[in-house]
């Protein structure tokens, strides 16, 4: 294994202590259980790996097949703490979260549907990357239209949790662009382009790190309490109306359009 | 590259230009609260200036002036008069957004969102967006049907009036929670 992959592995993995560590000692891990999960998981992720590339090498079968479902688990374990990053921003507003994890589902399901259309006939070959960078294209969307449903509703993320989940997409969007490219660079000649594919997705991972420790370098901030009251009549009562004359309005508008009003 | 690799590379990116979009100016949304904040705001609504605004583009006023005045002043006159509505025009939107967004907040208060009239309400307003848009170069064209925009000065009003009155309400209610929140948490000392 080349010298500089080595160098960025060890970055990655002091990055990833220190993430754990900031966790542990600010009492994040009481608000975020999943996410403290998640930077453990990437740790022994680690030291699994070591354990595997020296045992079988790390161009044997054995050592690729271990190593991918070592990805899978900390894979699964990102989904869970992005889930509940969701979930803990969204506290407060109920309603949303039931809009938002609804969201979720029909855009997971909607680009899962996309990558298997536009892979289809490859799967064979293709096998874990194209699992790989499926999942990150769903998790990426998903993520983003749950942020879009933020900005929509004006749903207040504090900085911290924001930085957590624009690690989460702009690492997997990276990858999603890594794999593409290099896809297309070296569909038959793979294992030639392997240091790159290893030190370009290492790289972008030691950003996200860099960002998840600027935002866990203070204690996640105190979860406003839920002062508003539940507004169920009120919203039952008015969003048909509102939607109605949002309607009558924009018929006026069409009928404007269509010239049914003549110029003055 | 082939097409599908191409689609994926093209997703990927426009993902990327999304997650900096959405992520981007934190202020904005403070700005955007402090707008809905601004409550008093509601009641000088430019809906109110209709009759100012359609007795300055009236087409006898236009024919009166075309007979007494000179062809330069009554372009100028003209121009000036589609300059008013155009501006009363971005006004109307103005209040319309406020409304909108007014709208988004009640939602977002709600215990329980129906998902459909949330996706009905986003696409009336992205309509809206867009016919505006047309009926904006309408305008700038020169053409100014002008009762119609009376009806739809008409339609924004009515909201208006349900969205304040719920507005007060919401507001009554927050303050009954915050007492209720604040009686608890002194564990009922306060109680008589």
Not at chain 2, 21 to 26: A, C, K, Y
């Amino acid at each position: 294994m080349p010298l500089y992959i080595l160098v960025l592995w060890a970055c990655s993995a002091l990055l990833q202590l220190i993430t754990l560590i900031l966790l542990l000692a600010n009492g994040s891990f009481r608000k975020l259980p999943f996410f403290t999960v998640y930077a453990a998981l990437n740790l022994c992720q680690v030291a699994f790996l070591v354990f595997v590339y020296s045992t079988w090498g790390i161009d044997s079968k054995p050592g690729k097949v271990l190593a991918w479902y070592s990805e899978c688990v900390t894979l699964i374990a990102q989904a869970l703490a992005t889930t509940e990053i969701l979930k803990v921003t969204l506290r407060p507003y109920q309603g949303i979260w039931g809009l938002a994890w609804r969201a979720l589902a029909f855009t997971s399901a909607l680009v899962v549907l996309i990558v298997a259309l536009a892979t289809y006939g490859d799967w064979g070959t293709a096998g874990w990357f194209e699992l790989n960078r499926g999942y990150h294209l769903t998790f990426a969307a998903a993520v983003i239209a749950c942020l879009l449903l933020f900005r929509y509703y004006s749903v207040q993320v504090s900085a911290a949790y924001k930085r957590i989940l624009g690690g989460f997409c702009l690492y997997s969007c990276t990858e999603i662009l890594i794999n593409t490219v290099l896809q297309s660079l070296a569909k038959k000649w793979f294992d030639a382009y392997q240091p790159i594919w290893q030190s370009s997705t290492m790289l972008s991972f030691i950003v996200v790190l860099f960002i998840w420790v600027s935002a866990l370098w203070k204690p996640l901030p105190i979860e406003a309490r839920q002062a508003a009251p539940p507004a169920d009549s009120i919203y039952q009562r008015l969003s048909p109306e509102i939607n109605e004359r949002l309607r009558e309005l924009n018929e006026k508008l069409l009928r404007l359009w269509k010239l049914e009003a003549r110029p003055q | 590259m082939n097409l599908p690799l191409l689609l994926l590379f093209g997703f990927a990116v426009l993902l990327m230009l999304l997650l900096a979009w959405v992520l981007r100016d934190p202020r904005e949304l403070a700005q955007a609260d402090v707008d809905f904040g601004d409550a008093e705001d509601l009641d000088r609504r430019h809906v109110a200036y209709f009759p100012q605004v359609r007795q300055a583009l009236a087409a006898d006023d236009s024919a009166f002036l075309a007979s007494r005045a000179s062809q330069a002043l009554t372009h100028r006159v003209r121009r000036e008069r589609r300059k008013i509505a155009l501006a009363y025009l971005a006004c109307l939107r103005g209040d319309f957004l406020k409304l909108w967004r007014l709208a988004r907040v009640i939602a977002s208060m709600a215990p329980q969102v129906g998902a459909a009239q949330e996706l009905e309400r986003l696409q009336l307003g992205l309509a809206f967006s867009w016919r505006y848009e047309m009926i904006r170069m309408k305008f700038f064209l020169g053409f100014a049907p002008l009762p119609e925009l009376g009806s739809l000065s008409k339609v924004v009003s009515r909201l208006s009036i349900r969205l304040e009155t719920a507005t007060k309400d919401l507001g009554e209610r927050a303050a009954l929670a915050a007492k209720l929140a604040s009686s608890m948490d002194g564990r009922g000392l306060d109680t008589p």
